[in-house]
């Protein structure tokens, strides 16, 4: 039989929007693993940037602002020429295997040992990195309000330029926050806004008193602690994306839970279409059932073209418009600055109940009141939900996914407060605070609560360790260790995207050479060719 592997290799992959500082989660992380008898080895991504002499982007130390900016340039610029948008984790396991053995024959596996990764800033990253290690990798986001980190950010600046003057470095703050959470325009851009609700832990470090409890709890959770149990939030949340599971949307599934001040439940929804009588759609055998997937599309979606197509008609009409226009609207509608564009955000003609609707629907309809009750939802609210929110007297929403769409605070600076933004004008008017998620994400909520025997079987005490011995140790059954191999693919992988990077950087060299002869001296701006092999 296959023996478990007592003390498996831990990977701690952190996420952190640029302005947080991570060293004071690094260092009690490395502290707490050590403790536990871990030999812990930290990886700063950026620090692997240096050993790479294939990228054409220069980087720079000092000030703040620019060293970040170009290490945002030159990940952004790995990412194109080598086609891989998960090469910064690539280079990760690449770092990690060869610190095993160069050699691939002579690995071995090792034990207690731990890697804190920082940091990542796209999906693809993160997935790679879980499709190797599996269950023994751990995303860590670390979350910080915008305000607190451009305030932080602000100040590092400033004394980079040995100035007090926070205000005349907010604005660059600002615009390298939004670089990092969203580069749009960029197809190799940063995504944090993307992954990081995506963690296995998210630690709010604006609570910096708890900031070690929060990270010790999550550490003895992994080691089989036997008396911790779920918070309030984490229990909220879960219940909300237990929920979310049940629609059947088309775009999204989005799942709310209403809870009392004393955390008893008062009602579950999910996005979904409602049903006459009160309440939305089940499956079940031999029920009615009218949904979005029985219909076969969402209303939402032809009524949008419906709007533009009336408008233009109008226009052509009234001479406004060429009639050209009107006949071309479905290629316009294709057109991804058209799909992008606000119009094309509007929800207000789907069918769908949204999920934080439909929870203080069934409240109404069944009599249970949610003044000063808590709303967890797995997305944050759109603008609609925002209101009804605020008009039922919820005092607390917990949201885990940003919504970046919603329009809920723009319409309601006077009566919504999110992440503790600024309300200058409405300091005194009552509100209901919009919250991020921290703790134990619904991802790994059953691997760490879901607990087997906590006493001794003879003596019947209370254990304080999950293992037979009552000894700290991973929770996590490993008995083979696939991601060696694993890790191998990736090498191979990353030496091919390495080629590839070359080539496309020695084709842009001879056609800008080429350019600049061409015309006399002055030098273009050169499209590289993308690969199109799929990277790793
Ligand atoms: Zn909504």
Redesign the pocket.
């Known amino acids: 039989m296959l023996e478990r592997i007592k003390f498996p290799e831990l990977f701690f992959g952190l996420v952190a929007p640029i302005g947080v500082d991570l060293s004071e989660t690094v260092q009690p992380l490395k502290a707490l693993l050590e403790g536990f008898d871990y030999e812990v080895h930290i990886i700063k991504v950026t620090d692997l940037f240096r050993d790479i002499d294939y990228c054409d982007v220069s980087l720079h130390d000092k000030p703040s602002e620019a060293r970040f900016k170009s290490y945002i340039d030159f990940g952004n610029r790995l990412r194109e020429i080598s086609g891989d948008k998960a090469i910064c984790a690539s280079l990760v396991i690449d770092k990690i295997a060869k610190s095993r053995d160069v050699d691939p024959l002579k690995r071995q596996r090792s034990e207690k040992r731990a890697y804190i990764i920082h940091q990542f800033k796209r999906k693809e990253e993160i997935d790679l990195l879980r499709s190797v290690y599996g269950k023994l990798f751990f995303q860590i986001s670390v979350y910080s309000s915008k305000g607190e980190r451009t305030d932080a950010f602000s100040q590092r600046i400033a004394r980079d330029h040995k100035s007090t003057d926070l205000d005349k470095y907010r604005a660059t703050a600002d615009q390298l926050i939004k670089l990092d959470e969203d580069q749009e325009e960029d197809q190799n851009g940063q995504r944090v806004r993307d992954v990081f609700h995506l963690a296995d832990f998210i630690i709010n470090i604006d609570i910096p008193a708890t900031q070690f409890d929060q990270l010790e709890r999550f550490i003895k959770l992994i080691f089989g602690a036997t008396n911790l149990s779920p918070t309030p939030i984490e229990y909220g949340m879960y219940m909300a994306k237990g929920a979310s599971l049940r629609s059947l949307d088309l775009s999204r599934q989005?799942g709310a839970a209403i809870f009392s001040k004393r955390h008893e439940i008062i009602t579950l929804g999910c996005?979904e279409v409602p049903k006459g009588g009160g309440g939305t759609y089940w499956s079940q055998n031999g029920s009615e059932d009218a949904r979005d997937f029985k219909w076969g599309s969402d209303p939402n979606d032809e009524k949008k073209r419906s709007l533009i197509l009336d408008l233009f008609e109008r226009l052509s009409s009234h001479g406004m418009m060429d009639k050209e226009c009107v006949e071309k609207i479905d290629d316009m509608l294709q057109h991804p600055a058209v799909k992008d564009s606000q119009l094309m955000d509007i929800?207000e003609f789907g069918r769908i109940l949204?999920?934080?609707?439909s929870a203080l629907m069934d409240a109404a309809r069944l009599g249970r009141a949610v003044q000063d009750a808590t709303l967890f939802c797995t997305t944050f609210?759109?603008h609609?939900?925002?209101k009804h929110i605020v008009g039922s007297g919820i005092d607390t929403v917990y949201f885990l996914e940003p919504y970046p769409k919603s329009a809920a605070f723009a319409l309601h600076p006077d009566s919504i407060e999110v992440e503790g933004s600024s309300r200058v004008h409405y300091l005194n008017y009552k509100k209901t605070k919009f919250t991020h998620f921290y703790g134990i994400s619904p991802r790994r909520y059953r691997d760490f609560f879901e607990k087997s025997l906590r006493k001794n079987k003879a003596t019947g005490r209370a254990q304080e360790w999950l293992g037979p011995k009552n000894e700290p140790r991973p929770i996590l059954d490993v008995k083979v260790l696939i991601y060696l191999p694993l890790e191998k693919y990736v090498e191979e992988a990353l030496q091919r995207n390495k080629s590839r990077a070359v080539a496309a950087l020695d084709i842009a060299k001879t056609v800008e050479g080429a350019l600049r002869e061409e015309e006399g001296g002055q030098a273009s701006d050169v499209e590289i060719e993308k690969p199109t092999q799929d990277a790793v």
């Not at 949204?354 to 609707?357: K, V, W, Y």
Request: one cysteine or more; a negative charge; proline letters at 8%.
């Open positions: 989005v996005n929800i949204h999920a934080e609707m609210p759109c609609i939900c925002a």
